[in-house]
């Protein structure tokens, strides 16, 4: 016994292709597609036939010389779907070949259906055919059937030049060297942080700034289980902080201890990033941090 | 409180996941046309259009309105928008009653609708801004909080928002147009859900949906088929950024509760109140409303909601078409409120009618629970 067997490709091709004639019938059928239509022929017992045959297979009669103009949409009465085309096939994606019955045909015609995926098809899916721009009088006229249009992506996109407000600037001033900015209201006496230039709640101005320390309280948070990418990890906790002297918290970032360590009433202290790297922003506080101090009582 | 004004057609479509068949015209035309056969009238007998949703860059279609002027025959009529968040649905309402209570017309049509699967939510409201310090992620993450410290406050058991979330979602069973609907759902299932911010699990949240709601409101002189009366109605709003501001009972909430029930001599609403739809898109908001409405004593809530007091068979049922729990077209949840109110006490809320209902709330609240608005319609006039 040989140790390999014996192995050539041998390729059977007639040279540049068989010309095959096509008769009146089917002529007439490419004939159209070249012309971007499709017709069907009718039988002697009244039938619509797509693709045309010359001769009505139920009866062996020859057809009518009536062409009827169909389609161009169908429906799909039966569809198999391919995951991997091969390379003869008319997409290189994949795709479901289907029976398609087009509208005032009596029969199905077989083509490929373009769905994107095999969910997207079901028997008695609408689909229209997608025309090849060269055509030739060949059925792949017709590169493919696709469904209906029943849904278009919408971009929307608006780009902005975002320049910082007045108060919201002299904050994050403030933030750069390492300090909370805050203001108090004259008549209502509140502390509001970040600094703002008027009251929430009386409508005065607030033109006193001061200074807040990096320490306060936690009043509540969430554990968040779904990832951000401002938190390091998930879950993640964001807590309402009352800064020493505020009168309404921060939302801030927790970090140092296990989310589920995490008190209401725990007492925290802002973790800035070395000096060399702070900017204009919050991104200058890593998080919050535990003091270790005992809790207050809320 | 005006002229009398009457709700006198309510128009839904079905909530669902993704209305892939039809436009948002074709959305907001569905409600629109149900409304006008539950009124027995056409659009040619509309004076006026009042068109609510949520921010705009849900859908990413800018001023909205403009669009579905056509689709809500409102070509030669005044139309008009209104938003303020999730309780534009309520607004939008009461914009349109004011426009007969104040003698301006006869008949308005309202309408809210949300696509939300045009895009999705959680990203339109965490755009997060440049320079913002703000670290929130969705509704959830901004409400999870000020749960948290409502039950720091009161005590209550960590199973009653998976009380709330198992009753409306059994009521929601029960109406033919509500989104979720999961039979057999218990409190085992909703514990064992996934916990998104804690303490809200997957099944205390509401649903993203597409959907419209509609209603025709009228003047006395020009009402058909069966009204519902508005006995009162209010909105307040308060600055979301305000010192001692009280996250989990708010002010405005609680004047606007006492502003409507003034209105409609409402004293002790558990009792005069036969059924109230109520905006609960997270669970443990119908305790927190509970207290924030007067229907129980502070603290005393989350204890009505256990007494299952809220049920549909309960001394006052709360949500008893599901509520936001079950169906949430953002911009319509409002609108369904009140539209569900009208039709307890129209007497046509098919299986989940409560029986003999003659007085009804209407209630919706947007924003970090900053806006609110609220109805209460009656079987008999005002």
């Not at chain 2, 509704?139 to 005590?155: D, K, L, S, V």
């Amino acid at each position: 016994m040989p140790s390999e067997p014996l192995v050539a490709e041998h390729i059977l091709e007639f040279p540049g292709g068989y010309a095959r004639t096509t008769g009146p019938v089917i002529g007439r059928f490419l004939t159209e597609l070249r012309g971007g239509r499709i017709v069907g022929v009718r039988t002697a017992e009244g039938k619509v036939l797509v693709p045309p045959l010359e001769y009505d297979p139920a009866s062996g009669e020859a057809v009518t010389e009536e062409f009827v103009e169909v389609g161009p949409a169908g429906t799909v009465t039966a569809w198999a779907w391919v995951d991997e085309p091969r390379g003869g096939h008319p997409l290189d994606r994949p795709f479901a070949w289907a029976t398609i019955k087009l509208d005032g045909a009596d029969t199905a015609l077989v083509h490929a259906v373009d769905a994107g995926n095999a969910k997207a098809l079901r028997i008695g899916s609408r689909v229209w055919p997608v025309w090849r721009s060269e055509r030739t009088g060949h059925i792949t006229d017709i590169s493919y059937f696709a469904p209906e249009v029943t849904k278009i992506v919408s971009p929307v996109r608006a780009e902005y030049r975002l320049q910082v407000g007045g108060s919201l600037l002299t904050f994050l001033e403030g933030v750069e060297r390492g300090v909370f900015l805050g203001g108090r209201c004259p008549s209502c006496e509140k502390v509001y942080v970040p600094y703002r230039v008027f009251c929430p709640a009386c409508g005065g101005p607030i033109a006193d700034q001061l200074e807040l320390p990096d320490t306060g309280t936690i009043t509540t948070y969430a554990i968040n289980n779904l990832p951000d990418p401002r938190a390091p990890e998930v879950p993640f906790v964001s807590a309402y902080i009352l800064l020493d002297g505020a009168d309404i918290p921060m939302i801030a970032l927790v970090g140092g201890v296990p989310a589920h360590e995490v008190r209401q009433g725990m007492r925290v202290r802002a973790e800035w990033v070395p000096e060399g790297e702070r900017t204009k922003s919050m991104a200058n506080v890593r998080w919050f941090a535990p003091t270790g101090e005992p809790d207050v009582e809320l | 409180m005006g002229n009398r004004c009457a709700v006198i057609g309510v128009g839904q479509t079905h909530y669902t996941t993704k209305r892939r068949d039809v436009s948002i015209a074709g959305l907001v035309r569905e409600a629109a046309v149900r409304a006008l056969e539950d009124a027995g009238l056409t659009f040619k007998d509309i004076d006026a259009v009042v068109v609510g949703k949520a921010p705009d860059l849900f859908e990413g279609v800018m001023m909205p309105e403009a669009y579905l002027a056509d689709a809500l025959g409102a070509a030669g009529k005044p139309m008009m928008r209104v938003h303020t968040a999730g309780s534009v649905g309520g607004s939008t309402a009461l914009v349109g009653a004011s426009l007969i209570q104040g003698g301006v017309h006869d008949r308005v049509l309202v309408v809210a609708f949300e696509k939300q699967s045009e895009s999705n939510a959680t990203w339109a409201l965490s755009t997060h801004l440049p320079f913002s310090a703000s670290l929130v992620v969705g509704a959830g993450g901004y409400f999870a909080p000020h749960i948290r410290e409502y039950i720091r406050r009161t005590g209550a058991p960590e199973h009653i928002g998976h009380l709330v979330a198992v009753k409306d979602r059994l009521n929601a069973l029960k109406n033919p147009y509500a989104h979720l609907k999961i039979p057999g759902i218990d409190l085992k299932m909703v514990e064992s859900t996934p916990m998104l911010w804690e303490p809200i699990r997957y099944l205390d949240t509401c649903p993203s949906s597409d959907g419209a709601c509609a209603m025709v409101l009228s003047s006395e002189s020009a009402v058909t088929g069966t009204p519902a009366w508005l006995h009162g109605t209010a909105m307040r709003s308060e600055p979301i950024f305000r010192a001692d501001r009280d996250t989990v009972s708010p002010q405005a909430g609680k004047d606007c509760a006492a502003d409507v029930y003034r209105q409609a001599g409402v004293t002790d609403p558990r009792r005069q109140i036969d059924v109230a739809e109520v905006y609960v898109p997270f669970s443990w908001y119908e305790p927190m409303w509970l207290e924030n409405l007067g229907f129980a004593a502070d603290s005393e809530g989350w204890k009505l909601t256990e007494s299952g007091a809220t049920a549909l068979d309960g001394d006052t049922p709360w949500n008893a078409s599901g509520g936001v729990l079950s169906s949430n077209p953002i911009g319509a949840s409002g609108l369904i409120r009140f539209a569900e109110a009208a039709l307890q006490v129209r007497g046509m809320a098919g299986e989940h009618q409560v029986d003999g209902a003659r007085l009804a709330l209407g209630h919706a609240y947007g924003g970090g629970a900053q806006f609110f608005a609220m109805w209460i319609v009656g079987r008999e006039k005002p």
